[in-house]
């Protein structure tokens, strides 16, 4: 089944799906978003996704948005694809408007849902591992916000796959590892993991929270601390994560070896502690 669009009410070919050159979401980046994906026929940590869907929309001025009738749209667009992994994306912009910075209340929002075949590519990514470079992070300072304002983001990920790695870890002003272009950073020490604290400077990554559940449930200590860029580049192991990607090793930082250059101990039992978190369809939101 070639790729399932929504857009604004209904199910359309490619061709077909255009928007607006008066789109805000077009003009200013004025929207925001949600990367999900299925396990074997059943969409995996829907709550989580429609929770911060919420917090998002609150925070761009857009909480008119009823978040139930989105989710609907999204299951529609799943079923209609019977695929059983694929990746779904969902974006919300503002809406319509000649250009001009003040939007008004009374816009209608575009609704895009795609669903199409989530890429093969974990099983490499967890033989290898992902080597990453480091880079200053650019962004603002609202990356709490699921916006898809993501340039210095695209530019940071293309800069690192141009260097010959996979992903760009960054690091703010101060020298602190803030998260990855598109995937939350963890580290290891000492068999500590450690991982950026929630809050303005990091999306609060879905990936993460599972992470913290597991060492929880599995006696991993773990902390949430910001690590310098000194303290991330001796960690005995790395990792990054992502709805896409799950939990993987990082073996390579700027070049050098993580540790022995394979997935660390403490790396090994979270990806497999998130497998089985999947396996079991064990998604449910935890207070
Ligand atoms: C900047 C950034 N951080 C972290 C993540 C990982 O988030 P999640 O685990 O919810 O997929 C993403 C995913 O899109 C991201 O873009």
């Known amino acids: 089944m070639p790729e399932v669009i929504y857009l ?6 490619p061709e077909n799906a255009v928007i607006s050159i008066h789109d805000r979401g077009f003009l200013f980046g004025d929207a925001v978003y949600e990367a999900m994906r299925s396990y074997d026929g059943r969409l995996w940590a829907m709550q989580r996704h429609l929770q911060r869907l919420r917090r ?8 008119y948005v009823d978040v139930n009738i989105i989710a609907e749209v999204i299951e529609r667009a799943y079923q209609r694809s019977e695929l059983p992994d694929a990746s779904v994306y969902l974006q919300i912009t503002r809406g319509v408007q000649p250009r001009r910075h003040a939007y008004t209340q009374d816009l209608v929002p575009t609704v895009l849902v795609t669903v199409r075949d989530i890429t093969p590519m974990l099983a490499r990514i967890n033989r290898d591992g992902e080597s990453v470079m480091t880079a200053p992070d650019v962004r603002w300072k609202r990356c709490d916000i699921k916006s898809t304002n ?17 992903e760009a870890v960054l690091y703010d002003a101060e020298g602190y590892v803030t998260e990855a272009a598109s995937m939350a950073v963890f580290c290891v020490e000492e068999g500590c993991v450690l991982t950026t604290p929630l809050g303005p400077e990091i999306l ?6 599972f992470v913290v559940e597991i060492a929880a449930d599995e006696g991993i200590p773990l902390r949430e601390e910001r690590v310098s860029l000194e303290r991330f580049r001796n960690a005995s192991e790395v990792m990054l994560g992502s709805t896409s990607h799950e939990v993987c090793p990082v073996t390579r930082v700027d070049g050098r070896p993580v540790g022995d250059g394979t997935a660390g101990p403490v790396t090994r039992r979270l990806m497999a502690g998130f497998k089985r978190r999947v396996a079991a369809g064990d998604d449910a939101v935890r207070e």
């Open 150 to 166: 993501l340039l210095p983001n695209i530019l940071a990920h293309t800069a690192a796959i141009d260097g010959g790695a996979h």
């Open 204 to 209: 609060p990554s879905i990936t993460r929270q």
């Open 8 to 13: 604004n009410g209904q199910f359309v070919e």
């Open 56 to 63: 998002s929309l609150h925070e761009i001025d857009m909480g």
